[in-house]
Structure formats: C-alpha cells, structure tokens
C-alpha cells in the first residue's frame, strides 16, 4: 500500500491484539474521559463522526477490499452511539470487505448496561463480536477513587449482559491502581469480576503514570501511596490465588509489566503462581517470562 489513503484524528489508541487490524474513527475521544489513570484522550473533545465521513473512510479502502479481514472500530467507547448509528456503520463494514471475519470495539459496561438485549443482539447479528472493556478494578473503593464511573455490580451485569447476547469479551485489570491502601481488597474483588464473568481474553497491565505521579495523585480521590515491585508481585500473587476460571485466555504481556505471564486461566494457574512466587524472592534480578501453550 503506497501511502494511507485515510487520514486519523490523532492520538489514535487500539488494543495490542488489533495490530493487524484496519481501524475506522466512528467517535473522536471517549464520552466519559474522566478516569484518573487515563490520558488517552484528554486532547479531545468527545465527538461524533459524521455517517458520510465514517462511509468515505471505509470506502478509501476498496482497493484492498479482499485483504481486510478485521476492523476495529475507535475512539473511546463508540457502543455509547444509538444502534441507528451504528447499524449502518457495522452494514457498510460487511458488504464492502467480504473477507472480514471480525469487528471489535472499546466497551464501558455502562453503555453496555444502556442498551436492551436486542439491541445488543442487533449489533452482534451486524457483525460486531468482539468488546474490550477496561474493568481496571473489581474494587468499588478503588473504583471510586480512579473515577472509573462504574462498581464491581455494573461491572459484572454490563459484561455478563454483552455477553449473553454473544459478544466475546477482553477485560483488563491494571496492577498497582489503587495504591497501597486499597491493594489487597483490589486484587480479590478484582479476581471476583473475573470470576463472575468468564470472559474469553483478559490481561494485566502495571498502573503508569504518563505525566507523573503527582499528576495522578491529583486526579485520584484520596491518599495514593505507589507500590514498589515487590509489593506489585504480591498485589499480582494476591489477585492470581483467587482467580477461578475456566477456560480464559491469559496476558500479563504489556510493555508495563516485568513478569510476563501467558497462557489459559485455569489450566496455567499452579504454573503462573510458581514464575510469581520465585520472582517474589528475586524482584530485582531476572524475571523470567512465561509462555503457556495452548
């Protein structure tokens, strides 16, 4: 491809599994944009594309209409649209790349609480199939003092919802969110969400502080003290023991975390706990990564 025949409203933010994927701007920035650990978005203003842009961008690309086989629809969270704007959006996407096997989006549970079940099953049947919520924490203390805008109820209920309308879901926790004051309780309720929700994908990632520590401690309600990376590995080795699932695919591979973990959850658990405790008694040295097969 000789130059991008598109052009993105940048910062342009998609999941680590969507690298290969053909990513189309249906919203610019997030519609709640107030999370104390997140700075995506913040040189943004949330707003809507136009229908007539979104359809010439995805049209830009009928030269290589046979080889797009997955899309990822941006910015933050566009389930926040009416299903009369998405629909046609998810329509176009089909019967302009007839290859594609995927269409995947960012997903608050709150706006997937919003929506009816057939609504939800309006868009799964329109193509849309994969949700990656954010949970960051299971912890409603926690959660509160990140301002997520959401408790480990509407948590549960957004994801189990999608869920049962047949959307696949990749849920992320972020290690180290709350402080020290709040770790041990968000480790286990964070494990809870997981374990109350058996989503197909989830991951962990270190809490980094893009503009600072000061920076985020003013935007966290509360005292915020950092864990070290001995106590991140506890904080992980705390989360891992009250994990109960089934048949989750596991990563704790993002550019933040020291301790690479991958594999299923819980086939790997015993294994994941073991590389955690031998790099408990070793933070500093060699953290060696995990690779389960699957």
């Known amino acids: 491809m000789l130059g991008f025949p598109i052009q993105y409203n940048e910062p342009l933010f998609r999941p680590p599994s969507e690298g290969r994927s053909l990513i189309i701007q249906i919203t610019l920035g997030c519609s709640w944009n107030k999370c104390s650990f997140c700075e995506m978005y913040t040189s943004k203003r949330f707003t809507v594309r136009k229908q007539e842009d979104v359809f010439q961008d995805i049209e830009a690309f009928l030269p290589w209409a046979d080889q797009i086989t997955k899309v990822f629809l941006a910015d933050g969270d566009p389930l926040v649209l009416s299903n009369a704007k998405l629909l046609p959006i998810l329509n176009k996407l089909t019967a302009t790349f007839p290859n594609l096997r995927r269409i995947s989006t960012y997903a608050s549970p709150s706006n997937i609480n919003r929506k009816s079940q057939e609504e939800l099953k309006e868009l799964h049947a329109a193509g849309l199939q994969l949700l990656y919520v954010g949970i960051e924490s299971g912890d409603n203390a926690t959660l509160e003092a990140i301002q997520k805008g959401e408790t480990f109820e509407s948590t549960v209920n957004g994801i189990n919802k999608g869920q049962e ?94 301790l690479v973990l991958k594999g299923v959850l819980g086939r790997d658990k015993e294994m994941f706990l073991k590389q955690i405790n031998q790099a408990i008694q070793d933070p500093l040295g060699n953290i060696r990564s995990v690779y389960g097969g699957y």
């Open 165 to 258: 309308a047949g959307f696949d879901t990749s849920v992320m926790i972020i290690t180290g969110v709350g402080g020290k004051l709040h770790s041990q309780q968000h480790a286990i309720k964070s494990a809870d969400v997981l374990n109350a929700t058996q989503p197909k994908f989830a991951s962990t990632l270190v809490l980094t502080a893009h503009k600072g520590l000061e920076h985020y401690r003013d935007r966290f309600k509360g005292e915020f003290i950092e864990l070290n990376l001995l106590e991140q590995l506890n904080e992980m080795k705390r989360f891992m023991q009250n994990v109960e699932l089934e048949d989750t695919i596991f990563r704790s591979d993002h550019a933040s975390n020291r």
